[in-house]
């Protein structure tokens, strides 16, 4: 990447125009305290009620597991995904014991929590050099049989993790979109009072 294309419409720190979600990675190894790192920065999300409803499953490039939660993916994704360094499966505990209770409530919040977790995370990992690319495109089932995931946890999705690679080891179409993607105007995502987006 030469130039990154992003503004910001109102000032804020570079960090999160800086931050883009590549396909192309370099197959190189991310050592284990390296990429515990990103989810020690992941731990320090906020959560409603402090619940910490977050659970990061992962393999490491060369590792045991590597082709297991390779085989996760689909098609697509696995293509471009098998250059990444580290995948990691992002779930969120769907209860919490409350305050003050002694059995465990619904948490309605889990996803949204756990989105707050994944932020610090893909920040992190920029912020140390490394790349981020969100998946929703594994399946689920396949991940909660292999990977012994029990009732009352739901997948979220995967990430790959890597260092940035060259762009010609993509497929020709998605050659063109290895660049950072825009943002809609802000006046389309926010507004105050009622609801007029």
């Given at each position: 990447m030469s130039a990154n294309p992003r503004v910001a419409e109102y000032a804020i720190n570079e960090q999160f125009i800086n931050r883009w979600s590549p396909r192309a990675f370099n197959p190189e190894p991310i050592s284990e305290e390296t990429l515990?790192?990103?989810?020690?920065?992941?731990?320090?999300?906020?959560?409603?009620?402090?619940?910490q409803p977050w659970r990061f499953l992962y393999a490491r490039r060369d590792t045991p597991n590597w082709?297991?939660?390779l085989e996760l993916l689909v098609p697509f994704n696995r293509s471009w995904a098998q250059h990444a360094s580290a995948l990691v499966l992002v779930i969120s505990k769907t209860s919490f014991i409350a305050p003050g209770a002694s059995e465990e409530s619904p948490t309605l919040w889990h996803?949204?929590?756990t989105g707050s977790a994944w932020?610090?995370?893909?920040?992190?990992?920029?912020?140390s050099g490394w790349h981020t690319h969100g998946m929703a495109g594994f399946d689920q089932a396949?991940?909660?049989?292999?990977?012994?995931?029990?009732?009352?946890?739901?997948l979220?999705?995967?990430?790959?993790?890597?260092k940035l690679g060259d762009k010609a080891t993509l497929a020709e179409g998605l050659q063109a979109r290895e660049?950072?993607?825009?943002?809609?105007?802000?006046?389309?995502?926010?507004?105050?009072?009622?609801?007029?987006?």
């Open positions: 515990l790192s990103f989810f020690e920065a992941a731990r320090w999300a906020p959560s409603a009620y402090n619940s082709q297991r939660y996803a949204f929590d932020g610090h995370l893909a920040l992190q990992a920029s912020l396949m991940a909660r049989e292999q990977l012994k995931i029990p009732e009352g946890y739901e979220q999705a995967m990430v790959a993790i890597g660049v950072p993607s825009p943002r809609k105007p802000l006046a389309e995502l926010a507004a105050e009072g009622d609801f007029s987006l």
